[in-house]
């Protein structure tokens, strides 16, 4: 590989990292807010519905996310790399020509998805005994296109490096209309019909806003080099099959522990493990914002910026996600009781192996993108199946004489595997690991906030919420303190951002 930038100035890093921190925290705020919408989704529907309708309209609304992810054949995730690797070399016309491809592609494949459901709806229904699940299934799975072809052209705004976009329309706006449109149905009494039409036309106002932030590439004159189509077709051939495997990994479990347990431990399994995913929260935004940056980059060979990035990205990951997750291991028993009730703290320990698998997966940081951005599906793909056929291994061993604790464990090992994987795989492509310069201090902080939460955990007589409380606060005083300590003797700019490193020294002068 040709080597463009051998040596990253001081100042160019630490532009880079500043606006990496800018974006993640950006991302963050419309995650969570997108999540508080959802909530708020769910709050709305159980109060305005019966149990019934919920839950048909919860039927419907799962199988549109499930086709979604299908159909959108990973051309949201492709059209990151291909932006960014054509205006890298300032070759706006080829990325106009693949946004449009890509459109083009997303646009027939949902459009075919939806008229095979719409068509096969009533069989759909009595499959799942239940009628209204037909109208319902049919009316939600029309706004199928609008969706995939918003998810391609906000795919097309993040390749700019710009997430405004993404988070603006696809995270608040997408969530906001459709919180409003289905409050509004309830509001003038249009009952489960209404509702599920209502989430349905608001599909239209995020697509409109789509084509809106995108219309650079929509209106600009294109121009297809020879092969794009194909290479295109190849990458996102990989990340769709990456993107199927890793669905079943997120779901293989609760099948299969309902072959051996009753229906009560899936509930308490998936309700225990689901609740580990708020450490996402933690970690995505990283690896979401780190995307078009790699891949440029990786287009220009700057190597040893790059290594920078991906060493800072890895170490802001640890630092935001493990505290949480940690949290969760040590609290798992009363938060699963505080949150949703005494039957649900069996979920303890499958609680516990996952939030130390997600532990692995912020340390080792977003080493998957490092392979997907660089151009490599093909080895996302191979590395998802793997874990995946671990996963599945794994449960059929474990679960028969342990039950949701061998499940769990399972996805736990699945996890870790699954990231030394793609750590391996980043260092087979570019010869890189981003372990350097921040694994001491940072380790120094988090074992701080062991020590604190274990304290807290054992040392006092407290009852089980007072307890949870006191512990947060004083764990992430104590945490703070130690990071903003650490960064204060550390004269370089690679610890934390650098108004963030600045700030911590004049503190403590």
Not at 5 to 30: D, Y
Not at 212 to 223: I, N, P, Q, S, T
Not at 453 to 463: G, I, N, P, S, Y
């Amino acid at each position: 590989m040709t080597s463009f930038q051998t040596v990253a100035s001081p100042t160019t890093r630490a532009a880079e990292q500043t606006q990496l921190a800018r974006r993640s925290a950006l991302n963050f705020v419309g995650l969570a807010l997108a999540s508080a919408l959802q909530f708020v989704l769910l709050v709305v529907l159980s109060h305005g519905l019966g149990p019934h309708d919920a839950g048909v309209f919860f039927e419907g609304y799962a199988a549109l996310r499930l086709l979604a992810t299908f159909a959108a054949l990973g051309l949201d995730v492709t059209m990151v790399r291909y932006v960014a690797h054509y205006r890298a070399q300032s070759a706006d016309g080829k990325a106009a020509s693949a946004v449009r491809f890509a459109v083009f592609l997303g646009g027939s494949a949902s459009c075919a998805a939806a008229a095979l459901v719409f068509g096969f709806a009533p069989l759909i229904a009595q499959a799942f005994g239940a009628p209204a699940v037909s109208f319902v299934l049919r009316v939600m799975v029309l706004s199928l296109p609008a969706m995939v072809i918003e998810m391609v052209l906000i795919g097309a705004t993040r390749g700019t490096g710009s997430m405004r976009s993404f988070v603006l329309v696809d995270q608040l706006l997408d969530s906001g209309v459709r919180v409003g449109a289905v409050a509004a149905a309830l509001v003038v009494g249009f009952g489960i019909r209404g509702v599920a039409a209502a989430y349905s036309l608001a599909a239209v106002i995020p697509l409109v806003a789509a084509f809106v932030a995108a219309r650079r590439f929509l209106l600009a004159r294109g121009e297809r080099p020879q092969g794009q189509g194909r290479e295109m077709l190849r990458f996102t051939s990989f990340q769709w099959g990456a993107i199927m495997a890793g669905v079943g990994l997120l779901w293989a479990d609760s099948l299969l522990l309902g072959l051996w347990r009753p229906p009560a431990d899936v509930a308490i399994y998936s309700i225990a493990t689901r609740t580990v995913l708020v450490g996402m929260v933690f970690i995505l935004p990283i690896g979401i914002a780190f995307q078009p940056v790699i891949t440029r980059m990786y287009t220009l060979g700057q190597w040893a910026a790059l290594r920078s990035m991906y060493a800072f990205a890895t170490k802001w990951s640890t630092l935001v996600a493990a505290p949480p997750l940690i949290f969760l291991a040590a609290f798992a028993t009363p938060l699963l009781a505080l949150l949703y009730g005494d039957p649900y703290a069996r979920g303890a320990w499958p609680l516990v192996f996952l939030a130390l698998g997600q532990i692995v997966n912020a340390a080792t940081g977003p080493c998957g993108h490092i392979t997907t951005m660089s151009g490599r599906s093909d080895l996302v793909f191979v590395n998802s199946v793997a874990a995946l056929a671990l996963n599945l291994a794994l449960n059929i061993l474990l679960i028969p004489p342990y039950g949701m604790i061998g499940a769990g464990l399972a996805w736990g090992i699945s996890i870790v595997a699954w990231n030394l994987i793609r750590l391996w795989q980043a260092w087979r492509i570019l010869g890189m690991h981003p372990f350097f310069g921040w694994p001491g201090p940072v380790a120094a902080a988090v074992a701080a906030f062991v020590a604190a939460t274990v304290l807290m955990r054992e040392a006092f007589d407290l009852t089980p919420d007072v307890r949870l409380a006191a512990t947060a606060v004083v764990s992430s005083a104590v945490y703070l303190a130690a990071v903003f300590g650490l960064a204060a003797f550390d004269e370089h700019d690679e610890w934390l951002p650098v108004g963030i490193a600045r700030l911590a020294r004049a503190v403590h002068r």
